[in-house]
């Protein structure tokens, strides 16, 4: 059997990633817990950012990144390896053209997989959705967190343990809301990690992400915002929609040279696609009135920028003056 060709990451930051407080918060505490050798788990709903958020805190640390996902299927060999496949050596000795002489030998080989080259060359881990691999797989994290020691069951004599680089580092993330297909994680692998809940981003971010994703205004991009965060304070089905319900609307408005404004027939029915993906979000018979709420009625309408300071009227300019003085007579 061939090795698999494993590919590392080399991450550098993103010049459209966006940085408002919210995100630099989060990013400097995780930043601040890696430093200090503890691993860091992301756990939030989906589409709420923790994968791009476990990208950009990796992409600080300024190490190569190796890129794993949670799958039902992993057993521990498929974090750190396993022997595989066979190296055989033949000898024939013929010096004597009337005697032949024949030696082989067999041997397995060792292949690392993932986890293993990680630990050994100091490579930033992202474990996207850990909880999705079995607990059994996962246990073998528990030393290499704790002892910073990996195990390596079957390898050559004098390689049963790999001391973990000094420069590993590993972040997780999860989705806890998830259930199909998802683990419930062993609390000892879940003590030896700090975990930072990750929720919807604040408006200001919303926005920002949307404007700088998509191309459009920031006045467009606040209203499609304003849009979807309306739904989204419904709850039930419609407090699923995430920034890429934004993000769609931005893009698909981009795309076609559209307008967000209201009354207009194809935004509309790009809301109604966008946001009533699953045919059973609450209040979709109020879109008209959202979309009028939060939407300009004319695309050539100017939205002012109230923070903005005022801009002072022109100085008068000195001179005489043509009011006549009455005289008594």
């Not at 059997?1 to 990633?17: A, C, H, I, N």
């Not at 690392?112 to 060359?121: E, F, I, M, S, V």
């Not at 692998?189 to 205004?217: F, N, Q, W």
């Amino acid at each position: 059997m061939s090795q698999e060709k494993l590919t590392v990451l080399s991450l550098g930051r993103k010049t459209d990633f966006v940085e408002t407080p919210y995100i630099q918060n989060i990013t400097q505490r995780a930043l601040d817990y890696l430093r200090a050798g503890y691993p860091v788990h992301f756990s939030g709903s989906s589409g709420t950012g923790k994968t791009t958020l476990a990208m950009h805190v990796a992409a600080l640390l300024g190490r190569d990144v190796m890129l794993l996902h949670g799958d039902d299927e992993f057993g521990s060999s498929d974090l750190i390896g396993a022997q595989s496949g066979y190296r055989s050596t033949k000898v024939i000795d013929n010096y004597i053209h009337s005697v032949m002489k024949k030696e082989e030998s067999m041997s397995t080989q060792w292949v690392d997989n993932r986890l293993t080259t990680a630990c050994k060359y100091g490579f930033t881990l992202i474990y996207d959705e850990f909880t999705r691999s079995r607990p059994e797989a996962n246990n073998v994290l528990l030393s290499i967190l704790e002892e910073r020691l990996l195990e390596l069951p079957g390898a050559h004599v004098g390689e049963s343990y790999l001391s973990v680089h000094p420069n590993f580092n590993a972040i997780f993330t999860s989705n806890p809301e998830e259930y199909a297909g998802v683990h419930k994680t062993q609390d000892a692998l879940m003590d030896r990690m700090v975990t930072i809940k990750i929720d919807y981003p604040d408006l200001e971010t919303e926005v920002a992400i949307v404007h700088a994703k998509s191309g459009l205004s920031l006045a467009q991009s606040r209203s499609i915002v304003d849009i979807v965060r309306e739904f989204r304070d419904v709850g039930g089905d419609a407090s699923r929609l995430t920034i890429r319900a934004c993000l769609m609307l931005g893009r698909v408005v981009t795309a076609r040279n559209g307008a967000v404004v209201a009354g207009d027939k194809d935004f509309k029915e790009l809301c109604f696609d966008v946001i009533n993906s699953n045919g059973q979000i609450a209040g979709i018979e109020r879109l008209d009135e959202i979309i009028q709420k939060h939407c300009p009625s004319s695309p050539k309408l100017v939205i002012v920028d109230e923070t903005a300071p005022a801009t002072p009227p022109p100085a008068l300019k000195k001179g005489k003056s043509n009011k006549r003085n009455s005289r008594d007579g």
